[in-house]
């Protein structure tokens, strides 16, 4: 990953005497999809609009490429490609009108940039039917075109999959982690699909309240999302009672499997007592917690929103 592209450094909004973000403080870099998350009214879409410069910041800073999103909008701002829900579009012209439209209103955009974009989104066989024409998900991808016809450092997606079928979804997960890759984009997801999130992006951010309560790497299989460690073995109760010699604990998982608790260290601790002990292991299998497991832990089951 590259340098932080965006900085929230401990912004905090206020309206009358409710806070609503609270030293909220996220760095995201180049070439990254970054999952942002919180239960409802949490504080995610007041966060995008602080982003976007919809909605001042009552203390703290945004900045963009080294730009304050306060002080040097418009500096800050050209750096930003957005989509807030679905892209509105001229139904009556086609794809690559809108896109020649909207290029006319940036300058420097060629018309090469153009095809390069419809290529990278995948649009090249239909650009030139009118947008009207289009499938949601036809709709969503040419959005995304137009906002990276200007080659922004930073893309920020509210919702980006709202009212999409699971073909569409995934053609948009596919192209958002293909722009990241080659064009080093920095990706801002605000989401509710707590699965599509897990397989679109790098790390997530978890709201609530307005506060950060953490930031995970997705996938991983670090100490943080391992549930717990099964073992197959040969002897189950020979298996406790070697435990139990050594102080640890463990239960049994039908037939001629032990399950222990703990991180990756712990379970190979434990994997080398049970072979010192004379008990044949014929598997380990790591329960990895789903982001979804992790989201309602963190959050004490509030929905997400």
């Known amino acids: 990953m590259g340098q932080p592209i965006v900085r929230l450094q401990d912004v905090t909004k206020k309206i009358g005497s409710r806070t609503i973000i609270d030293k909220l403080t996220l760095?995201?870099?180049?070439g990254e999809?970054?999952?942002?998350l919180g239960p409802n009214g949490a504080g995610k879409t007041t966060t995008i609009r602080m982003m976007v410069g919809l909605m001042s910041i009552t203390s703290g800073d945004i900045l963009i490429d080294g730009h304050s999103i306060s002080n040097q909008?418009?500096?800050?701002?050209?750096?930003?490609?957005?989509?807030v829900e679905n892209p509105e579009m001229y139904k009556y012209m086609t794809g690559y009108q809108n896109l020649i439209h909207f290029a006319r209103m940036i300058p420097g955009i060629t018309s090469h940039r153009v095809r390069e974009v419809v290529s990278l989104v995948g649009l090249d066989a239909r650009i030139h039917d009118k947008v009207r024409t289009y499938s949601l998900g036809m709709r969503q991808r040419l959005g995304v075109a137009q906002a990276i016809l200007h080659n922004p450092k930073l893309l920020i997606l509210d919702e980006p999959t709202n009212g999409l079928d699971p073909a569409g979804i995934r053609e948009l997960r596919d192209y958002l982690r293909k722009m990241a890759q080659q064009e080093g984009v920095a990706v801002f997801v605000s989401s509710h699909l707590l699965s599509e999130m897990e397989l679109m992006c790098d790390r997530v951010a978890i709201i609530q309240n307005g506060r950060l309560i953490d930031v995970r790497t997705?996938?991983?299989?670090?100490?943080?999302?391992?549930?717990?460690t099964l073992f197959e073995v040969d002897r189950p109760e020979a298996a406790l009672e070697a435990?139990?010699?050594?102080?640890?604990?463990?239960?049994?998982e039908g037939a001629g499997n032990i399950a222990v608790e703990g991180d990756k260290l712990f379970a190979a601790q434990v994997n080398e007592l049970l072979v010192r002990s004379g008990i044949k292991v014929f598997g380990i299998r790591a329960e990895i917690k789903s982001l979804e497991d992790q989201f309602l832990e963190m959050t004490g089951g509030e929905g997400i929103g």
């Open 33 to 36: 999809v970054f999952g942002f």
């Open 73 to 83: 909008f418009e500096k800050a701002i050209r750096h930003v490609g957005a989509i």
């Open 218 to 228: 997705v996938q991983s299989t670090d100490k943080a999302v391992i549930a717990r």
């Open 243 to 252: 435990l139990a010699a050594s102080e640890l604990t463990g239960t049994i």
């Open 27 to 30: 760095d995201v870099p180049s």
